[in-house]
């Protein structure tokens, strides 16, 4: 129907399922940061310390991980603003047993993410100040999604405004965050490129990265037209590659709202299957930003309900078989270590 706006929710996770496919591990000695993963209490299932650990340590040689926001363990008092500081404290403390190395080696949350309204405009450097101080020294920058289409509903409320981006309060939120040295992640959908371009153009000096590849959408009304979206998307983002100061997330196209579906397959996809469907988007970001402007990433938990963690980075791997040892190191780990500046 004209102007419905139809939800596509994050698959929940089937261990029973994930674990009917099993593969050797690619490559276990390349070393690897996991740059964009979550830690919830219950959303609908819980994913902490331990749970990341157990897929961190499934066979890839994890050296360390980024937390990125997502909403969970907010203040319950206090300003509003200030609230998702406690998102930070939240982490920090899983952080901090990590650190301890009871854990494994794996540096948990070395970086964390959170989230402050870039509505606030300059405003906004208050609750940054407070996120630095409790993230202990692992506070990274902030994530205010975008993501907003007019034919799909959020999968997590509130959702986005359309237009967000292009908000001169916004942009000058982004910009101030940029000032203070922290970084600032980008999560639209691709018809969205344009408004994420007149953002960077806006704000020319801090450092942003485009999660999830930048989201080709796949359902909806796009589903069936993934060859018209993919030509739509390709140009876009090299487009977008002309900014320096841009980065790029490979990987979160085991979403729903991406279309290839897994969830519904008998078996879970095993790394040839998604390498295959997934090449032409992350080989084409590849060649448009380079290896040292590109990061593998897990999204887990939220693609863990398409894929599992290990068959994951195996097929990240298969993919980036064609590139030299210099760009694989980038892509695996260093561009993510030097973009949020990583004790590895």
């Known amino acids: ?20 496919l099993s593969e050797d591990i690619l490559e276990p000695d390349l070393p690897i940061v996991d740059p964009h993963h979550h830690l919830w209490r219950a959303r609908p299932d819980p ?15 994890i050296r360390a991980t980024v937390f990125i926001q997502c909403g969970s363990a907010y203040r319950k ?3 509003d603003e200030m609230k998702p500081v406690g998102e930070t404290e939240f982490v ?8 301890t190395g009871a854990h494994g080696p794996t540096r948990a949350a070395a970086g964390i993410v959170g989230h402050a309204d870039c509505l606030l405009g300059d405003g906004i450097e208050a609750v940054l100040t ?3 101080a409790a993230g202990g020294g692992r506070f990274k920058g902030i994530r205010h999604s975008a993501t907003f289409d007019p034919g799909i509903a959020p999968t997590a409320p509130p959702g986005a405004p359309p237009g967000l981006f292009l908000d ?13 040295g922290m970084t600032f992640e980008a999560w639209c959908y691709h018809p969205q490129h344009g408004d994420l371009a007149a953002l960077l153009r806006a704000c020319p000096d801090g450092k942003v990265v485009l999660n999830h590849l930048g989201g080709p959408l796949g359902v909806g009304p796009y589903e069936g037209r993934r060859a018209e979206v ?9 487009d977008l590659a002309k900014f320096p100061n841009l980065y790029v997330k490979l990987g979160g196209l085991a979403m729903n709202v991406n279309g290839f579906g897994y969830h519904h397959q008998v078996l879970p996809p095993g790394s040839g299957e998604m390498a295959s469907a997934w090449r032409p988007y992350m080989e ?3 060649e448009a930003f380079g290896a040292e402007r590109c990061m593998f990433e897990s999204n887990f938990p939220v693609d863990k309900g398409m894929c599992s963690y290990p068959l994951l980075w195996n097929a990240f791997k298969r993919i980036a078989a064609g590139c030299s040892e210099g760009e694989k190191a980038a892509l695996f780990m260093g561009t993510a270590a030097a973009f949020y500046t990583l004790p590895v």
């Not at 993919?230 to 090299?238: D, E, G, H, P, R």
């Open 284 to 286: 084409t970001a590849i």
């Open 92 to 99: 920090a403390e899983m952080s901090a047993r990590s650190e």
């Open 168 to 180: 001169k309060i916004f942009q000058a939120g982004v910009a101030r965050t940029g000032k203070l």
């Open 230 to 238: 993919f030509a739509a998307w390709s140009a876009s983002m090299k």
């Open 77 to 79: 008092d206090g300003p």
């Open 47 to 61: 994913y902490l310390l331990e749970d990341l650990i157990a897929d961190t340590s499934s066979g890839h040689d």
């Open 1 to 20: 129907m004209s102007g419905t706006r139809l939800p596509f929710h994050h698959p929940r996770v089937r261990p029973d399922w994930l674990n009917r």
């Open 130 to 132: 407070a996120h630095a």
